[in-house]
């Protein structure tokens, strides 16, 4: 159709007024915001980012021409022009077309897309369905419409050939909307199904499109740019306008979406974010803004799928497969399944809300549907932020299935989702989940990422690929299909089909793997078989596996076949080439290594004379081998090809040398032709008769300096090579020597130099146009070699056309062009052409693979048809081909070496073998020969040293052997010392740092054992801090010892106030009655004046008290502020039980924790553990020196019980209990101890397992070594150990053979019957001792593993305990690193509150000296005013009444005068500041000094006027005096005054700034204080729990999710519950209380109400009692306060006192004179007892003589019979002795009763009584007992 007028562009020729290039006015009306980094987007809780509407009016306007009117320019009117509905572009105006160079004859039509076989599954969003026969994809530069039905293709190619972004498809499916990329890229509009360009979008991103959406009505449409602007655009894509456009992030942006249910929000999403777009209409115009959704607790994730809910919400997914649902830019909730199960195994890409279903796509190959209401109302329960929720139903696609994205259209009338599987299908579902859904669909099957390698057939149209999805794909590329597909383990890398030499029918392929192997398949045609039972010929192709074999150890990248196909060439990135020999089984002839990892082989054409093999590696090198000869290769121990001639070309980089070369030439070129125009210019000065002055010369310009040569520290890759010539070739390179070709040659000099350091240089160079960034990376030739075609970078096809076969400048100056793949990641890495030059296949890194036909039109190809090949004969019968599956199997190399390996191992075992039979029979031969010598006569046998050889051999060699080990001595010192020091240094390392090592100790009978606990030495720090008393019992010692004092003083006080009450208790005993009276009266009188002066405060007390009572009466609506506090409390706290995780909660002061209380904290728990575990261990320790000590006993017994059964009869033999012995592991210091015994047998189990040791076989294991080390060193220490513990055995030993013997002796003799008693009697015992001994030695064994078991059960107990106690050390650890990392932070905050804080105090402290001196001012002004007022009374006393002169005396007292003393005036600030002070003097004063200013006219107040009293004049001028100091101190104290106060203002106004900012602090210090306790709450803490003590129970069982329950203590849980109660208890009570108080309250106004009455009637009763007593009113206070006359009282009181001491002073005289005569009594009769005594004496004398002269005549009488006279005198003395002794007490008695002052003689005779004639004193007192015997004597009474 005709255009309604022209523009013409590079590409594109739009319709006239269509769509300018708005780029200029973009510009100028478009200010973007710049785009905060990623870290302040995460910060920011909401980023708005405004773009300003953009006008595109003037795009519209009609123009001559297609330049843009310059922006000076205004027009004066804008006609706005819409693009008319039914406008269309021409369709090959819009596409892009292959680029040919101009004038090169090349024709455009080279060649032509025929078919596209791959598809680019890895792309996000490719699948567009249209209706339900079309698909829509993405393939490199086109777009492909695929019919499903006839599986047909059309393609619409790129406008720009930059490659396409991204599809979408309109919501009427009537058009559908393309991206392109490219510099400056079209998003251009196509009408469905005519595939006309509707609409060209233009400027909306820089490099490339990534998504793009239309809204619901399809008015609109979002697009999304690539780097490096993101840019999101709003377009009216009818009309070609940008509505509105901002930047949307500023890293990757994957989708944006319009929200279905309001279309002025958008949504995007990308790496690390999503953002909530908003079209909002301000006062500026319509604004983009965006906000950014924060992910809280939440980590990051990148969001690929999300789908917008009606009510404004988003659920999208999340990289490890949850759901997020968002509101209001915040994660709502995050959803998962139970048990915390992820909703998808992986990414979420795509969210669909489909008929009130939301559906869910992930890449675990899941298809999800969840309930869409419950996921709207969902909300988080628990912290953890986590919902779990059930899908509903869910579909399995299929196993190895990563689903990308899905569409949906209607079959039918039933919905049918066609979904992109990132692993190469696309698969056809039923969504219904009904009883009639279908199974899913493979619709289509590809290869899954870049294809590797594709190889054509050199018979057929057929071709070959492979990639890394482990599948090798045959397709027919005339019927355009896939004939079929073989799958391995691994990843195919590279591919080619046998050549016709090889293979004559075709069908064999090589292809190699990544994991090294190579293998040949065959592909052949199913019918040619014969049909065997049970099978059907079914399909087109079948492919067969013939051979596997495995030549490298890494990917194989490179295969050929030689020209005549007899040898096949293998390269790997391991550095090698393999050769096979090609026959029907491919034969190993061996491998080369090269210098480099190998990028590609190839073999000389068939015109070279010989077959080379040109080897490509990656590192620069070039190797050139001939065919190696299979006859002539010796492979029996390797497959190594060592003597194969090869050449090495290591390229060496030029392309800065012809940089250089090139800016050289550019320069004197420019030079010749500046001098060139400089003669021009002088011949034409001539010709027109000018004359030309010599101009002197001019200075040479100073030229920059040359660029240095620069050569690539990394030698730049090899991409391609071919041979040109023989030993020439030429070379393609990327990195920094692309953009040329390198023809190079084999150098003669190849065995002069290393490869390695050899600087090859090429001798041609060719420069390729347009190849600096995007070099040639496949080459390739038609059969004719008239066409070479290059596969670039960029996924670019060229063409060159050459005229010769041989490559120049001139021939590749001219080429054709065509962007195919995409042109990002499309890279081409294969490119062929059929065997008949008339198609050309290419296959790219993007997995597309493209066919093209070469100049012969679509009509030529219907008649040709791909032959498939036929069937080995007798194929069908063969075994399937096993197939090498394991990636680490040997190579062929390695299998080789083994087994060469193995066979010299077994020739050394032969050999072995041999020499030990040799050596048997030679000892055979030996021994036999001594048995012949053993036979003979005793005189003809040889000794046995005949046998051997010269003593002095042996001689020679032991002194040789001697000073050989003394040098090796010499030679090993150093050694020696060097390991002596480093064992030294390991010990300490290992050893001396461990405090307990693991020591297992065995139970004898059970398997029980218990291990000690591996312990390190705890650190100085530990121990120091254990050794110095820690502040805690600093503490608790202080209050100890005040504690103490104080209860000393306690006691103290207490015995002071005893004493003192037992002082008075003393005296108040021996007061008398007139003293007592005396003191009673006093006590009356002191009493009477207290109770008139109680009476007096009590009457004081009262009216205080009623003031005071009335002051305090409360208001109405007065509230107690306990009360108010009190509900404030319980309004904050009722119903809360404080968690650390509310966001209420602040950390009380005494909980504040900092990094040095927590890590004394964790010192102090590292102490306890290690306090804990070494008391365990010291017992376990002593467990094992108990089992040592049983063992030694065990033994001491079995010794002597052998001993008893050596004494009895084998059948009375009782079986012997076993020995226990030790175990190694109860012993492990016995590992380390050593003596050379040991060393050498170490040496020689070292020496014998190197001689068994097999080169790929591991050591084996060093247990029996470690157990043959324990043995001896135990077999060793137990000798002294047990050596005491063996003495007594054998001495038991001695003993019992010496009685054996004994017996012996006995036994030699017959024994008589009392023998064969003790005979009997012994065995009796030994059989008892035998059954004791057996049970004793069972006993020591129960006991000890009882004792095991106990201690045991311990240790589990304290493993318990110290899982606890590591946990809780974690959880301590954790929380301190957090402390460490906000300890900076917090000390500066707590820092700032602390000088605030301290400065806050002291403006305190100044405010408070001010407001005391203002105080004192005040006071000091009042004090004035005072005086003032006191003088002023004065003077008006002075005046009198009615003196006519007193307005004038007041006036002159009151007259201000200027006194010389005055030197400032009052300023007026101070003026205003005293009239605050004035006010209540002016009240008083001013209207005097009102009368005084009326009338100062009239008189002169310095004269005394007539008939004025001169003294009163002369008073009031003295008393002016006093008046006008009083003024100044006045004035002066009131400057003070005002002074203080602005001084107090201002500090004022500082205190409120410090305690604002101290506010502030404290606030922003409790803010961080709850941010450190979030901090420590995320922190996992680790609580064991038994069932018993799990509570939280739903339906009567125990949850599967714990989350939302909380830990309690017992304690605070049985608290809580009990608070539970209190509480109802107390609110029951509270709400009595408060209805007793209401019935109280009504009472009491109902009492007031009486009582008041009731006061008046009393107060009127007392009135008029008191006036009909009294006749008047009467104070009764001060009656009551009346007293007695104190002082008459006391006068009588103190003549009674007197009269009483004089009485007291007589008492005691009587008592002295009665003293006295008492003692007179006394001592009389003292005397005259002693006269008494003196009679006595006497009378006795006189009977003793009488008696001894009767004795003297009877001398001899007194000793025959009894003593009489000593009988009766001993019974005397005895009597006398008891007189004496009654005497004695008595007297005592009466010198007691005597000395005592009081003389109550009657209480203590009371206490005498009678017994048995006799009187008992009883002490009264314990001084009395003190002073008595301990017994009572009696005293006889007359």
Request: net charge negative.
């Amino acid at each position: 159709m005709p255009s309604p007028g022209e523009q013409k562009g590079a590409d594109e020729k739009p319709a006239e007024g269509t769509q300018a290039d708005p780029s200029g006015v973009q510009e100028s009306r478009t200010s973007l915001p710049k785009e905060p980094s990623t870290a302040e987007e995460q910060e920011e809780d909401v980023e708005e980012v405004e773009s300003d509407t953009e006008s595109i009016a003037d795009y519209l306007e009609e123009e001559d021409n297609s330049e843009v009117a310059p922006k000076a320019e205004k027009r004066p009117e804008k006609i706005e022009k819409k693009i008319s509905e039914n406008f269309f572009y021409n369709r090959e105006d819009v596409y892009s077309r292959p680029f040919v160079t101009e004038d090169s004859g090349i024709p455009i039509n080279l060649l032509t897309l025929e078919h596209s076989f791959g598809y680019d599954c890895k792309r996000s969003v490719n699948l567009m369905v249209m209706d339900s026969q079309t698909l829509l994809y993405i393939a490199g530069n086109q777009v492909v419409l695929l019919d499903l039905k006839t599986e047909s293709q059309s393609y619409l190619r790129s406008s720009s050939g930059g490659g396409i972004g991204f599809i979408t498809a309109h919501p009427t499916k009537q058009y559908f909307a393309v991206g392109e990329k490219g510099e400056k890229p079209n998003l251009i509009i196509y009408d469905y199904p005519s595939l006309r360009p509707y609409r060209i979008l233009r400027g909306g991103t820089e490099k490339a499109y990534v998504f793009g959406d239309f809204n619901r009505a399809g008015t609109l449409l979002a697009s999304i740019g690539s780097s490096p602007d993101y840019m999101l655009t709003i377009w009216d894509w009818k009309q070609e306008k940008i509505v509105l456009r901002s930047k949307a992030f500023s890293q990757d942006v994957y989708r944006v979406t319009f929200s279905p249910d309001n279309e002025e929000q958008l949504t995007t999403v990308g790496v690390g974010h999503i953002r909530f777009w908003k079209m909002a209409l301000t006062f500026t115009g319509l604004k983009l803004q965006g906000a950014l959704g924060r992910f809280g607790k939440t980590p990051v994730t990148d969001i690929i799928g999300y789908v917008e809910l009606p009510d404004g919400k988003v659920i999208s997914g999340s990289e490890w497969g949850n759901l997020l649902l968002w509101e209001g830019g915040l994660i709502k909730v995050e959803l998962c399944r139970a048990g915390h199960k992820p909703c998808h195994s992986g990414p979420i890409t795509q969210l669909v809300l489909d008929e009130g279903e939301l559906t869910t796509v992930g890449q675990d190959g899941f298809i999800r549907v969840w309930n869409f209401e419950t996921i709207d109302a969902a909300d988080s329960v628990d912290d953890t932020g986590l919902l779990e929720v059930e899908p509903m139903n869910e579909l399995h696609v299929g196993r190895n299935v990563s689903l990308n994205f899905m569409s949906k259209v209607h079959d039918s009338g039933q919905p049918i989702w066609y979904a992109q599987d990132a692993n190469g299908a696309i698969w056809k579902l039923d969504l219904t989940f009904s009883n009639m859904t279908r199974d899913p669909e493979c619709v289509y099957t590809f290869h899954s990422g870049r294809i590797e390698a594709v190889s054509v057939s050199p018979v057929t149209y057929l071709m070959a690929t492979t990639a890394l999805d482990r599948s090798v794909r045959i397709y027919d590329f005339i019927s355009n299909s896939q004939l079929s597909e073989i799958q391995f383990k691994q990843g195919g890398t590279a591919l080619t089909w046998a050549p016709r030499g090889a293979n004559p029918k075709g069908g064999l392929i090589a292809v190699g793997f990544e994991d090294g192997v190579v293998r040949i398949i065959e592909i052949y045609d199913p019918e040619g078989l014969a049909v065997l039972k049970g099978r059907t010929n079914i399909g087109n192709a079948e492919i067969n596996l013939k051979q596997a074999f495995k030549p490298h150890t890494s990917a194989v990248t490179a295969l050929a076949y030689d020209r005549d196909g007899d040898v096949l060439a293998t390269g790997s990135k391991d550095k090698t080439v393999f050769f096979f020999a090609v026959e029907d089984k491919y034969e190993p002839i061996g491998f080369i290594h090269v210098p480099g990892p190998v990028q590609a082989l190839q073999w000389s054409p068939p015109s070279h004379m010989e077959s080379m093999l040109l080897i490509l590696c990656e590192n620069g090198f070039v190797l050139q081998v001939p065919a190696p000869v299979p006859e002539e290769q010796d492979t029996a121990s390797t497959y190594q090809i060592k003597n194969l001639p090869t050449q090495y070309f290591h390229f060496y980089s030029i392309k800065s040398r012809i940089k250089l070369e090139e800016e050289i030439a550019l320069r004197e070129k420019k030079k010749q032709e500046k001098e060139k125009a400089k003669l021009e210019w002088i011949k034409q000065q001539k010709e027109m008769g000018k004359d030309i002055e010599e101009e002197p010369e001019e200075e040479p310009e100073e030229e920059e300096p040359l660029p240095p040569l620069y050569i690539p520290e990394e030698p730049s890759p090899i991409l391609c090579g071919f041979y040109s010539a023989p030993g020439k070739f030429w070379l393609s390179l990327g990195g920094y020597d692309s953009g040329f070709l390198y023809h190079c040659a084999f150098s003669s000099n190849q065995h002069q130099e290393d490869p390695e350091q050899r600087q090859d240089e090429p001798f041609e160079v060719i420069p390729i146009e347009d190849t600096d960034n995007n070099p040639i990376h496949r080459i390739s030739f038609c059969t004719s070699r008239l066409l070479m075609f290059c596969g670039m970078q960029n996924g670019a096809l060229r063409v060159y056309a050459l005229q010769d076969k041989d490559l120049s400048a001139n021939n590749l100056k001219d080429y054709w062009s065509f962007n195919v793949h995409d042109n990002d990641y499309g890279q081409i890495r294969g490119i062929c052409s059929s065997y008949d030059d008339r198609f050309l296949v290419t296959c790219g890194g993007d997995g597309n693979i493209f066919t093209f036909n070469i100049l012969s039109p679509e009509d030529a190809h219907k008649e040709l048809r791909a032959k498939i090949p036929s069937p080995r004969s007798g194929l069908e019968m063969e075994k399937a081909t096993e197939d090498i599956e394991d990636p680490n199997a040997y190579n062929i190399e390695e299998v080789k070496q083994k087994e060469e390996y193995e066979r010299i191992m077994k020739e050394a075992e032969d050999k072995k073998s041999k020499k030990r039979e040799e050596l048997t029979a030679l000892r055979q031969e030996f021994l036999f020969l001594l048995q012949k010598n053993q036979e003979l006569p005793k005189h003809m046998q040889l000794h046995r040293d005949q046998y051997e050889m010269d003593h002095r051999i042996f001689e020679d060699l032991n002194r040789q052997t001697a000073q050989k080990i003394q040098l090796v001595e010499k030679e090993l010192a150093w050694e020696h010392e060097k390991n002596l020091i480093g064992l030294q240094k390991l010990q300490n390392w290992f050893r001396s740092s461990l405090e307990f090592d693991t020591v297992v100790v065995h139970a004898i009978q059970s398997n029980h054992q218990i291990s000690t606990y591996r312990l390190l030495a705890l650190s100085e720090k530990y121990c120091q801090d254990k050794e110095s008393p820690s502040w805690r019992k600093t503490v608790l010692k202080r209050a100890w010892k005040r504690m103490e004092k104080k209860e000393t003083i306690r006691e103290t006080m207490h015995a002071s106030i005893f004493e003192g009450e037992a002082e008075k208790l003393k005296k108040s005993d021996v007061q008398k009655p007139t003293a007592r009276f005396i003191e009673s009266k006093r006590e009356q009188i002191r009493r009477i004046a207290e109770k008139s002066n109680e009476m007096k405060a009590k009457i004081m007390k009262r009216n205080a008290d009623w003031e005071k009572l009335y002051k305090s009466k409360p208001s109405d609506d007065y509230e107690n502020p306990k009360d108010v506090q009190a509900i404030k409390e319980a309004q904050e706290n009722m119903g809360c039980y404080k968690l650390k995780t509310a966001n209420d909660y602040r950390v009380p002061q005494h909980e504040h924790m900092n990094t040095e209380k927590k890590a004394m904290q964790l010192a102090s728990l590292e102490v306890l553990i290690h306090k804990k575990k070494v008391n365990m261990n010291k017992q376990i320790m002593s467990l094992r020196d108990l089992k040592v000590s049983v063992i030694d006993e065990i033994k001491c017994l079995v010794q002597e019980l052998k001993s008893i059964q050596a004494a009895l009869d084998l059948s009375e033999h009782l079986p012997l209990p076993p020995i226990p012995q030790l175990h190694p592991d109860e012993v492990p210091e016995k590992k380390f101890e050593y003596d050379t015994d040991i060393l050498l047998k170490f040496k020689q189990e070292q020496e014998a397992k190197a001689k068994l040791q097999e080169p790929l076989e591991g050591f084996p294991s060093s247990g029996a070594l470690r157990r043959s080390f324990l043995r001896a060193s135990s077999l060793k220490e137990s000798g002294p150990v047990t050596q005491p513990a063996r003495e007594h055995p054998i001495k038991i030993m001695s003993s019992v053979i010496v009685e054996q013997e004994k017996l012996f002796e006995i036994e030699k003799a017959e024994p008589t019957e009392m023998e064969l008693e003790i005979l009997k009697r012994e065995k009796i015992k030994n059989l008892y001792v035998q059954d004791s001994l057996i049970k004793k030695i069972n006993s020591l064994v129960i006991n000890f593993d009882a004792e095991l078991r106990v201690l045991r059960h311990k240790k589990l107990q304290l493993d318990v305990q110290m899982k606890h106690a590591d946990l809780r050390y974690i959880t301590w650890y954790e929380e301190l690193l957090i402390l460490k990392n906000t300890e900076k932070t917090e000390n500066v905050l707590q820092g700032h509150v602390n000088t605030l804080r301290s400065e806050q105090e002291a403006m305190q402290s100044k405010l408070n000296s001010y407001l005391a001196q203002m105080e004192d001012r005040k006071s000091a002004i009042v004090k004035l005013r005072e005086c003032k007022k006191a003088l002023y009374a004065s003077f008006q006393a002075s005046l009198g009444e009615s003196n006519k002169f007193a307005h004038f005396l007041t006036k002159v007292l009151k007259k201000k005068i200027k006194r010389m003393e005055k030197k400032e005036v009052e300023r007026e600030a101070d003026e205003k500041d005293e009239s605050e002070w004035e006010s209540d003097e002016e009240s008083s004063l001013g209207s005097d000094e009102e009368d005084s200013r009326s009338e100062d006219e009239v008189f002169d107040v310095s004269v005394c006027p007539k008939n004025c009293d001169k003294a009163l004049f002369q008073n009031t001028i003295q008393l002016r005096e006093k008046w006008l100091d009083i003024e100044e101190a006045l004035s002066k104290e009131k400057r003070v005054a005002v002074n203080l106060r602005k001084e107090y203002n201002v500090l004022v106004k500082k205190a409120k700034a410090v305690e604002a900012s101290l506010n502030t602090a404290e606030r922003e210090l409790d803010t961080f204080q709850w941010e450190k306790q979030q901090k420590l709450n995320e922190l996992y803490v680790v609580v064991p729990l038994k069932l018993h003590q799990v509570e939280y129970l739903v339906n009567g069982k125990i949850p599967s999710d714990l989350s939302q329950a909380l830990v309690f203590t017992n304690q605070s849980l049985e608290y809580l519950q009990k608070r539970i109660v209190d509480l109802r208890n107390e609110k029951i009570m509270q709400r009595e209380m408060y209805k007793k108080a209401q019935q109280q309250h009504k009472q009491l106004i109902q009492d007031k109400k009486e009582m008041e009455i009731n006061i008046r009637r009393l107060e009127e009763e007392c009135n008029q009692l008191m006036m009909l007593k009294f006749g008047r009113m009467v104070d009764f206070e001060a009656v009551q306060a009346r007293s007695v006359n104190i002082r008459l009282e006391e006068l009588e009181v103190e003549i009674m006192q007197k009269e009483y001491e004089h009485s007291q002073e007589l008492k005691e005289w009587e008592k002295k004179t009665l003293d006295l005569e008492q003692k007179l009594m006394m001592l009389t009769k003292e005397n005259t007892r002693k006269l008494q005594q003196l009679n006595r004496f006497c009378l006795e004398k006189q009977q003793l003589e009488t008696t001894l002269d009767s004795l003297k005549n009877d001398l001899g009488a007194e000793f025959q019979g009894p003593r009489t006279t000593d009988i009766k005198e001993k019974a005397r003395m005895e009597s006398l002795l008891k007189h004496r002794a009654h005497d004695i007490a008595l007297l005592r008695e009466e010198i007691n009763f005597l000395s005592r002052k009081d003389g109550c003689l009657r209480e203590r005779l009371s206490l005498l009584n009678r017994k048995d004639g006799c009187l008992f004193l009883q002490p009264s007192s314990p001084q009395d007992s003190a002073e008595t015997l301990s017994e009572p004597f009696p005293v006889l009474t007359p």
